[in-house]
């Protein structure tokens, strides 16, 4: 699959706030901005109200979000192709993150 880039422009505030919230998700920012769009493509509008739980807290989220989280760390650290669509070993992926 061939990756583009999309672009936009925001305040230095809101973008410092949007790398934190991503870190304590666990998360870079542009996994979280990837999770975001693919889910919205997928729903058709916004569908899903994503906060920052304690990291260690994944089933904070319901089970359709838990999924797009461990995909999106998993393409991320190399785990998964880009157009991979499971995630093989889930218990396997978050203990070599030392979770």
């Known amino acids: 699959m061939t990756k583009v880039s999309i672009s936009f422009t925001t305040d230095q505030a809101t973008k410092t706030q949007l790398d934190r919230i991503a870190k304590e998700l666990g998360l870079s920012t542009s996994s979280l901005l990837n999770i975001l769009v693919?889910?919205?493509?997928?729903?058709?509008?916004?569908?899903?109200?994503?906060?920052?739980p304690n990291p260690r807290q994944l089933n904070h989220f319901d089970e359709?979000?838990?999924?797009?989280?461990?995909?999106?760390?998993?393409?991320?650290k190399?785990?998964?192709?880009?157009?991979?669509?499971?995630?093989?070993?889930?218990e396997q992926y978050f203990e070599g993150m030392g979770y």
């Open 38 to 52: 693919k889910q919205t493509v997928a729903a058709n509008g916004i569908p899903f109200d994503v906060k920052a």
């Open 64 to 76: 359709e979000t838990q999924t797009a989280i461990i995909k999106e760390l998993a393409i991320e």
């Open 78 to 90: 190399g785990l998964l192709p880009d157009d991979s669509t499971v995630v093989a070993d889930v």
